[in-house]
């Protein structure tokens, strides 16, 4: 249904449970402390963001999420999104029954942003003003629960719009957040089974079950709000710390995906792949562990 979606590529399959290997158990729960090797595929699954990238293609392409659409006002101090109607929040059974399956709408725009730049100390997200720091608040024309969200900034940036799609601004519900601050303040931070099952946003997976130093797992969302999505099942996070188990578990199959960067194969892991398993392991090489980008404001 994507954009970048190409037609030569058929159609997509679906179902099955992919297996990646973690390295370490995550520090913590919290979303937007940044897409890092543990905390990022624990974290990210289970909510939306306003845009992001086209995930067929990549930095070229910013689409929605849970905004629809959006405009830039002429001096780059507002940003105007018309948001997805009719989106509901996970129907989490670990969670008060008052904050299951609520409607997403502009007041939940609000408080999110309000988390993400000025979140209570105990929260840790840390990349809420380093990714946005000129992002001052959110108005909304309509009324909260409209669907119509202002976002403010002290200054027009170029990277506006990069910094939105980078799937660190993630969207809670109102008073979910109220109700964490509160009552459950600093439980994301601590890498528990219980805190794990906490997770409720609007996105395509829910938690299942964790075991520190083992596994966590998560399972589609019966209530996501696109249509025949997600394509898989779900995703099984198996925690490897020892390069040669994690090695095997890829050659037999009990894993699919190995790692990148700093988790990736040792160089003899590498050659033994290329020369003994060509027909069950597929290695991507890359250049560089990450890559920077720089963003010019043409109009000033």
């Known amino acids: 249904q994507s954009a970048g979606y190409k037609p030569e590529w058929g159609k997509p399959q679906t179902g099955g449970i992919i297996k990646i290997r973690s390295p370490r158990t995550s520090t913590n729960f919290t979303p937007s402390t940044?897409?890092?090797?543990?905390?990022?595929?624990?974290?990210?699954?289970?909510?939306?963001?306003?845009?992001?990238?086209?995930?067929?293609?990549g930095q070229a392409s910013i689409i929605g999420d849970l905004a629809k659409s959006w405009e830039m006002s002429a001096d780059g101090l507002a940003l105007t999104m018309k948001l997805e109607e009719g989106v509901k929040f996970q129907d989490n059974p670990n969670i008060p029954e008052r904050l299951r399956n609520a409607d997403f709408t502009c007041e939940d725009v609000q408080a999110s942003v309000e988390r993400h730049i000025r979140a209570p100390a105990a929260e840790k997200v840390t990349m809420g003003r380093v990714m946005l720091s000129h992002l001052n608040g959110v108005s909304c024309p309509d009324g909260a629960l409209g669907y119509t969200a202002v976002l403010n900034f002290d200054l027009p940036k170029a990277s506006t719009l990069a910094s939105l799609s980078t799937g660190h601004l993630v969207i809670m519900d109102k008073d979910f957040i109220e109700?964490?601050?509160?009552?459950?303040?600093?439980?994301?931070?601590?890498?528990?089974?219980?805190?794990?099952?906490?997770?409720?946003?609007?996105?395509?997976f829910v938690t299942v079950e964790f075991q520190p130093d083992l596994m966590g797992k998560m399972r589609r969302n019966p209530t996501y709000f696109r249509k025949g999505l997600p394509l898989v099942d779900g995703f099984d996070l198996i925690i490897l710390k020892d390069y040669t188990t994690r090695f095997t578990a890829l050659a037999t199959g009990q894993i699919h995906i190995f790692g990148t960067g700093s988790s990736s194969m040792l160089p003899g892991q590498v050659a033994q792949a290329e020369r003994d398993f060509k027909d069950r392991i597929v290695l991507n090489g890359a250049t560089h562990v990450y890559g920077y980008g720089v963003h010019f404001n043409m109009s000033r």
């Open 34 to 57: 940044g897409v890092q090797t543990t905390n990022g595929l624990s974290n990210a699954a289970y909510y939306n963001t306003l845009i992001r990238l086209d995930p067929w293609i």
């Open 179 to 204: 109700w964490l601050h509160t009552e459950k303040a600093g439980a994301l931070t601590k890498s528990t089974p219980a805190n794990y099952l906490l997770h409720t946003g609007t996105g395509p």
